[in-house]
């Protein structure tokens, strides 16, 4: 598989603190790749470092063999919480991204009709996000993030915050959309059974300053089985690495 992503020594220091040492890893064409690491390990540092939010101190990242530069690349972002913009209408949040690139206005009247019936809010795109469901807030989000169809997509714990029930739905929802646009994701998270629920492969973090421990390649058949013996098992083993640092 062609390599989407190559990150090589990324490093970075607050001042004299040490977050990131060295980190280096390859992100494959159509990976979703979940990264977990133990509490306060620099996991959200290291996404920020990826979108040019925060600047390394050393180290490359490289998106199609170039440096990684948000104004050139298609990258789309998934933030924890709710970050819709509420003056702005389900319809105008999904096609914000398309603004941006410049994207013409029929053309982006045809993305967002696709993603507003791929995730069921077609009939809610005149609503409001005042008038929405934490459910449906999600699911504009994820809306956004795809109707730019991004070469790489970033989630930050988007689904922390959730219950257990609407987490599972928009786990299943996420696998659906990037079986269907084979996009290429890095999902942060601190939940391994998310982890192990989600990934084709899953990168472990060292306590700081972080390092990568190891990368497991997820072969569990989908859709997957919580309680399976061999879902247990791999989540067992995740959360031994994640612990024992």
Known sequence: MEKKVKVKNLTKKFDELLVLDRVSFDVEEGDLLCVVGPTGCGKTTFLNSLTKIYKATSGEILLNDEPV????????????GDSTMPWL????NVAFG??????????????VDKYLDIVGLTKYRKYYPNQLSTSMLSRVSIARAFVTEPELLLMDEPYGQLDMELRFHLEDELIRLWKMTGTTVIFITHNVEEAV??????????????SVKTIIKNDLPMPRDVSSADFVNLRNKVTELIKWW
């Open 69 to 80: 530069d948000p104004r050139k690349h298609n990258i789309s972002y998934i933030f924890q």
């Open 89 to 92: 209408t389900v319809e105008q």
């Open 197 to 210: 629920y989600l990934s084709n492969r899953i990168m472990i973090l060292t306590n700081k300053p972080t």
């Open 98 to 111: 398309l603004d941006i690139k410049k994207i013409p206005k029929t053309e982006q009247a045809e993305l």
